[in-house]
């Protein structure tokens, strides 16, 4: 089955500073990688997510590449507020089901 | 719209006894989907359904767990014979179909097993 590996495990940036938070999966079927924002006791929400059909979608402040050949994607926050603090959690998939990284802790220090 | 919702929001048992945790997912969306999140970890996946039937139950750890989606919309996630090791946060998400369509998550419930 796919195995997702998403580092690093904390990140701590001053606010206006840029954040990078990475995985790799190993199934060459997954197409479709989404990015989810956890705030404590709360749900997990959908941040931006892209397809294997595009090397790079952006949002805003937010940013995500993929490299298929490398089985590696990454999620770029630029200009980071203290609001932007969270677990974030990346995921992979070739079907319906949803296969997580552990998460990032990502704090934003005024 | 209303999102997905969960009940309870917190659950506090005994081992050995027997939980039922219910969601109801976004109106109109045929796929439903239950994780679970340990502390620490990401969601991991439990079983999919699509529509009244289970699709996938290949994530359930046992079978002291079992979920059932009757009429298609709301579902119930069955844990018997509880073990402290269940204690987790039981998450369901819904998408309007399957494949590999965006899953809105519920708040979750939050299982305590003493």
């Known amino acids: 089955g796919e195995n997702v590996e998403q580092h690093p495990s904390t990140l701590s940036v001053q606010e206006g500073d840029s954040a990078v938070i990475k995985c790799t999966y190993s199934?060459?079927?997954?197409?479709?990688f989404p990015w989810y924002k956890q705030e404590l006791g709360k749900r997990p929400q959908l941040i931006i997510d892209?397809?294997?059909?595009?090397g790079e979608k952006k949002d805003q402040r937010i940013a995500v590449t993929l490299n298929k050949t490398a089985k590696h994607f990454s999620l770029h926050i630029t200009e980071t507020q203290p609001e932007d603090s969270a677990v974030y959690f990346c995921?992979?998939?070739?079907?319906?089901?949803?296969?997580f990284g552990k998460g990032t802790l990502l704090t934003v220090n005024p | 719209g209303a999102g997905v919702s969960q009940t309870p929001s917190n659950k506090v048992t005994e081992k050995g006894k027997y939980v039922e945790l219910r969601c109801d997912p976004i109106?109109?969306?045929?796929?439903l989907y239950w994780y679970r999140q340990s502390l620490g970890q990401g969601p991991e996946f439990l079983i999919y359904?699509?529509?009244?039937?289970?699709?996938?139950d290949s994530g359930l750890p046992n079978d002291r767990f079992f979920a059932v989606r009757p009429e298609g919309s709301v579902s119930t996630l069955k844990i018997q014979r509880t073990e402290r090791g269940d204690s987790a946060v039981y998450l369901c998400?819904?998408?309007?179909?399957?494949?590999?369509?965006?899953?809105?998550f519920g708040p979750g419930t939050r299982l305590t097993v003493l």
């Open positions: 998400a819904s998408s309007l179909a399957g494949g590999t369509n965006e899953q809105f």
């Open positions: 199934d060459s079927a997954s197409n479709y």
């Open positions: 892209i397809r294997s059909n595009v």
């Open positions: 995921a992979a998939s070739s079907n319906y089901k949803l296969t």
């Open positions: 109106s109109g969306h045929t796929a």
């Open positions: 359904f699509q529509g009244t039937g289970a699709a996938d």
